[in-house]
């Protein structure tokens, strides 16, 4: 039963026996704990320990909140609350403290089971943390005095006891661990994902401040989240790359049946639905019941405003919550004592309570709001009413669409040259740029498995267009019948007609453009595709190096140099640069780019926790803005070289 040797059976009771049986498991398991043991889950370890500090915020007693990336990649969290408590906890025999960070907590202050649920543990992963950490140390300062324990494998070197001095005014802890490298693939603290997902958790906790520091050689950087405003801010900061239809953010708040509310919403120009849920402080991707009251309140309350003001006739059809939902960017953060998850991936919020205290708190201040703000809601109505009527029109055009196929079977575009194999798991389809590149795919592929969809010239950007436009649009169409998975209400992926969808476009910046648009297509209207990691984008050479006789390709300037040398870099060389993919015949395109023995092909992923930033991301890439997407495009230049200002 226990894993642990024990000198003394005196020293060793059965409380400690259960304790390190717990760590054991959490090591034994880490995904179960922790998600992966992956880059996430690295970065986990960083927001379970930076989660009990915010419940301290939350609790009305730390203002700030430091996190330090290390020159060795451990990372030291601090924040100036009470501290944890120290004394003896009598039940466990022993300090509080080291209660904490030795004890897997199986429910905590939140539930859960000890289970990961979407993404945390709710603030008691503090021992999680210790166990998959080769060392670690906390540190207590309180009244003068800072009090100490440190940690190797999750199990104390010593017993807590006082090891310094401090300013008496001082409070608060400070942790500082090292992920164990034997648990992680990955050791390497990335800055950008911590400086995002800080940045969220700021948003969310309004008036805590976050401060970021990377102390690495050669990447010293430092940013500061504080957000008075709250979810408030964070809707301007999502809108940041749009126009605003009003100035105002309409901010909603409210306890009801022990459900803390707050919704912050603003509707801008573009026709995408922007609305992220966060349950304690995680975000709910799949929605739940807050979101479900929200969008009834929303519904419910314009509709209600409409007709009163007679903005819609008595005869007129209600505006649909999709309507409404135009161009929308909200936030709806609630905190709930025991939020229960639901869904395949615990992603979806299953308390009934919380539909009723989201619908009740909107509905209640939002009516007032409308009413206070008659200009505002003018401007809502006539917005959702053009979605109506542009909604309407798309419906036509598709039930036109509908019919026709139904008529004349499947149709496939006429400029799909598509593979003989009807079994979609071994096909994929090349969507290429250009007519030229599309005519050597065609020559070059391997026609049982492989189809080739060539796109003339740019795509549209469904960024900028209504769905009526969307849906006419031809290159559009053809991926959409092509795919054979419809789109939206309609979309079903178990009709995908391949399992690969490969994006291939020339190494260069209108490449570079059309991936981005195809990409953001996709995002809008298929994510299914994208989450199911069916999207991938090929990898053209951007050299050929030849040597009596002898080919090599190249794929970036690193790889040319590598090659170079070791083939020796002389005047018999003769190096090709890459412009375009008609550049090469066919049987180089297949060598270099879709042969699936030799290619290279990236994946498309999404981390969905992530996703208000890939939001921000693709409207300030697409959106009409001009100044938001240059500051991005040098700030990322690093990863966006090849896009166009
Ligand atoms: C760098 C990470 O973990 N901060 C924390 C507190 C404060 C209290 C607390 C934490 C007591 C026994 C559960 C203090 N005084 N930062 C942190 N600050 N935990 S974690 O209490 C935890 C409970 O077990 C605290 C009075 N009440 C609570």
Redesign the pocket.
């Known amino acids: 039963m226990a894993t642990e040797k024990v000198e003394n059976p005196n020293e060793y009771g059965a409380d400690q026996i259960q304790i390190l049986e717990g760590l054991e498991a959490v090591r034994k398991r880490p995904g179960m704990y922790i998600g992966s043991t992956s880059a996430r889950g690295l970065h986990h370890l960083v927001y379970e320990?930076?989660d009990?500090?915010v419940?301290?915020a939350l609790?009305g007693?730390?203002k700030n909140i430091e996190v330090t990336i290390n020159e060795d990649n451990s990372i030291t969290?601090?924040?100036d609350?009470?501290?944890?408590?120290v004394g003896m906890?009598h039940k466990a025999g022993k300090s509080?403290l080291e209660?904490?960070y030795t004890v897997l907590h199986a429910g905590g202050k939140f539930g859960g089971g000890g289970y990961k649920v979407s993404g945390g543990l709710h603030g008691v992963g503090?021992s999680v943390v210790n166990a998959l950490s080769t060392k670690l140390s906390v540190e207590v300062y309180k009244e003068g005095q800072v009090y100490g324990q440190s940690y190797h494998v999750g199990k104390p070197d010593e017993p807590v006891k006082i090891i310094g001095t401090c300013e008496p005014e001082k409070h608060g802890?400070?942790?500082t661990f090292h992920p164990d490298p034997e648990i992680f693939e990955e050791t390497v603290y990335d800055y950008d994902t911590l400086k995002q997902r800080l940045r969220e958790t700021a948003f969310l906790t309004k008036g805590l401040r976050i401060i970021l520091i990377d102390t690495r050689e050669d990447s010293h950087h430092r940013h500061e989240f504080h957000y008075a405003g709250g979810i408030k801010e964070f809707v301007t900061y999502l809108n940041r790359s749009r126009e605003a239809l009003y100035s105002d953010v309409i901010y909603c708040e409210g306890t009801r049946d022990g459900v803390y509310v707050e919704v912050a919403m603003q509707h801008n120009d573009s026709y995408n639905d922007a609305t992220y849920s966060f349950v304690n402080n995680i975000i709910t991707p799949e929605g739940g019941t807050h979101l479900a009251g929200f969008r009834n309140a929303l519904t419910k309350t314009f509709n209600a405003y409409a007709r009163a003001n007679k903005i819609l006739k008595d005869s007129d059809p209600a505006l649909t919550g999709d309507d409404i939902r135009e161009g929308l960017t909200a936030i709806i953060s609630i905190k709930i004592e025991e939020p229960q998850f639901e869904g395949q991936t615990k992603q979806k919020l299953g308390n009934s309570e919380a539909r009723g205290a989201v619908d009740s708190v909107v509905s209640e201040q939002l009516t007032y709001f409308l009413e206070q703000n008659p200009a505002v809601a003018k401007s809502i109505c006539e917005k959702s009413l053009l979605a109506q009527r542009a909604r309407e029109a798309a419906r036509k055009a598709r039930d036109l669409t509908r019919r026709k196929t139904a008529l004349e079977g499947t149709s496939l575009p006429g400029k799909l040259a598509d593979c003989s194999d009807k079994d979609p798991k071994n096909c994929e389809i090349f969507i290429v740029e250009g007519d030229s590149a599309g005519g050597s795919a065609k020559t070059a592929r391997s026609r049982a498995t492989q189809a080739i969809l060539p796109l003339r010239g740019k795509i549209l950007n469904v960024e900028k267009a209504r769905l009526d436009k969307i849906y006419g649009n031809a290159e559009i169409k053809a991926m959409i019948t092509a795919f054979g998975t419809g789109i939206h209400e309609d979309f079903d992926i178990s009709k995908l007609r391949y399992d690969k969808i490969i994006i291939m476009t020339d190494a260069d910046v209108d490449g570079a453009h059309i991936s981005t648009l195809m990409l953001t297509f996709l995002y809008r209207f298929m994510p299914e595709l994208i989450k199911e990691g069916h999207v991938y984008l090929a990898q053209p050479p951007l050299y050929k190096i030849e040597k009596n006789k002898n080919v090599w390709y190249a794929y970036s300037d690193e790889e040319l140099n590598r090659i170079l040398v070791e083939i020796g870099r002389d005047g018999n060389n003769k190096i090709q640069r890459y412009k375009g993919l008609g550049e090469m015949d066919a049987e180089q395109l297949w060598e270099t780019t879709m042969d699936p023995e030799k290619r290279i092909l990236k994946r498309v992923t999404i981390d969905e926790e992530n996703s208000s930033e890939i939001d921000v991301t693709f409207t300030t890439l697409m959106g009409d803005k001009v100044e938001p997407r240059r500051e991005f495009i040098e700030e990322n230049a690093k990863y966006v070289q090849n896009l166009d200002v």
């Not at 609350?81 to 408590?85: S, T």
């Open positions: 320990i930076v009990n500090a419940d301290e609790a007693y730390c969290v601090e924040d609350g009470r501290g944890i408590p906890n509080a209660v904490v503090a802890t400070k942790v």
